[in-house]
């Protein structure tokens, strides 16, 4: 059972602008994206949404860069991981879609499942799922990030 | 939020069986594969391990085919899910794969994350899956194929 790579990498940008030690330093993509060896062109795509969603802000400029969009006591996980993912479909009914590593690309591979018009086991995941959402909205990227000086070691 | 396609095929399969309106008629994976038009050889890997887990049972000879190991009642979807998801890592800590289309199968994409010594976030990920498998736990095979017929109708 998996979150997407999207989701995944928004978590970890939040968390990392979150433990940056100077609140007036501004991140940029390539920090990120070499602290975590991860793609840059992936989490370029990801930052330009959390900056549209106002959990990051973005400043232009030869010296700009990015940094928390609020205080991370009023980021709110399960607000992320619901806004970030692409659906919370935990088995694909209509359409057999692999996805890829590429954030919120998807691949074709199979037919809509025969007994979706029926299928109760739809109620119970999406049941599940609310479930799920409903533990991680119980917290803020600000519980995550107490032990910030730990997290910046490995960060920076 | 997905599970993987093995899960799926197994929940599917388990309905498949508990729906055949002659339960003493043996299924084969071959109708199976054709009524949910997904691949025969993943199925058979499935197939394999249900059996192996009591939730099916194999006979075999030139008549064989499968049906179900225990009456739906007895079938925790909770379990199930348990035992046929291979992990219950919501994002991938520790070496970055790509699940693919092929049940178990994985491809290496990227690092281990940076921040897995000293993340916060996993736990709430654990206590989020294990609220998300407490729903599942609350319901058997049974409670899903009420509509036992309907769902004939479009598998048959």
Chains 1, 2 share one sequence.
């Not at 991981?81 to 998807?106: L, S």
Request: hydrophobic share 40%.
């Amino acid at each position: 059972m998996r979150l997407t790579n999207y989701s995944d990498y928004a978590l970890r940008t939040l968390m990392y602008l979150a433990v940056m030690p100077d609140a007036t330093k501004l991140a940029t993509i390539s920090e990120i994206a070499d602290s975590y060896q991860i793609s840059k062109s992936h989490l370029t795509k990801v930052i330009h949404q959390l900056a549209q969603l106002g959990f990051i802000e973005s400043v232009r400029g030869k010296n700009g860069g990015i940094r928390l969009g609020r205080p991370a006591e009023q980021i709110n996980l399960g607000d992320v991981v619901r806004q970030t993912e692409p659906d919370f479909d935990v088995v694909p009914c209509f359409e057999v879609m692999n996805k890829t590593a590429d954030a919120g690309q998807k691949e074709r591979i199979g037919a809509p499942c025969a007994i979706q018009p029926a299928c109760r086991l739809k109620r119970i995941f999406r049941e599940a799922t609310i479930a799920f959402i409903a533990v991680m909205d119980g917290y803020t990227l600000a519980d995550i990030v107490q032990n910030e000086q730990m997290l910046w070691e490995l960060l920076k």
